[in-house]
């Protein structure tokens, strides 16, 4: 089954700091790979996607996130963080290749004071 | 106003009772999805149904039931097999699959079962 590892429960970062969360899934197949976030009293909403193609992709609010293959890993990465990035960050994991459902972490939790 | 409703907010059960979340969708999306969200845990995907009178479990499907006779509505029943049920829980949403549009989520439901 899979399986996907957040290794940071909660980071906490003065503004402009930057930021790495790290995201490890178990599947040896092609995968589909999601950052989700939750800002405080909001719903779930997509950060950004890989499917194929450039390893590094981008999402809204200046995120991005490299997928490297060899180490099953999907970093989320921010050169600059802000307060109103304070959030709980998600990465998923489709569970099988025609993208039926998705496995989440167990969530990070950014801080960020200003 | 399109859109995911789950009802109630928050709901209070005796142990030992079974108990139907309601989760109704006027966005037309074809695939509809169960989470619980815990603690610590992240999101946990329970069942999931990508058409009409069909549906997977997830995985934790044990102790819970669902039905999906209309494409706008999948109820999610907690059964007073589900060990611990006390939780909230997501209802979640998609259209043509997760590959090409993201997770549509709902308000969610707080189940307090003592």
């Known amino acids: 089954a899979q399986s996907v590892s957040q290794h940071n429960h909660h980071v906490i970062l003065s503004e402009a700091a930057s930021l790495e969360l790290g995201c490890n899934y178990s599947?040896?197949?092609?995968?589909?790979l999601f950052w989700y976030v939750q800002y405080p009293g909001q719903h779930l909403q997509l950060l950004l996607k890989y499917f194929s193609g450039d390893p590094l992709v981008k999402g809204i609010k200046g995120f991005e996130a490299e997928f490297i293959k060899s180490k099953f890993s999907f970093n989320l990465r921010k050169p600059s963080v802000q307060w109103s990035d304070t959030a709980e960050y998600f990465c998923?994991?489709?569970?099988?290749?025609?993208?039926?459902?998705?496995?989440f972490g167990k969530g990070t939790t950014l801080s960020v004071s200003s | 106003d399109g859109g995911i409703t789950q009802s109630p907010k928050y709901l209070f059960r005796k142990e030992g009772q079974n108990v139907t979340l309601s989760c109704e969708q006027n966005?037309?999306?074809?695939?509809m999805y169960w989470y619980r969200q815990d603690p610590g845990q992240g999101l946990r995907l329970i069942y999931y149904?990508?058409?009409?009178?069909?549906?997977q479990k997830g995985d934790i499907a044990e102790g819970y039931s669902v039905s999906r006779e209309k494409k706008e509505s999948f109820p999610l029943t907690v059964t007073s097999a589900q060990k611990n049920p006390t939780a909230f829980y997501l209802c979640?949403?998609?259209?043509?699959?997760?590959?090409?549009?993201?997770?549509?989520f709902g308000n969610g439901t707080r189940l307090t079962v003592t």
């Open positions: 998923a994991v489709t569970i099988n290749q025609a993208g039926t459902a998705l496995i």
């Open positions: 149904s990508q058409i009409v009178n069909d549906f």
């Open positions: 979640a949403t998609a259209d043509r699959g997760l590959i090409n549009s993201p997770l549509h």
């Open positions: 966005l037309n999306h074809d695939a």
């Open positions: 599947y040896g197949g092609t995968v589909n």
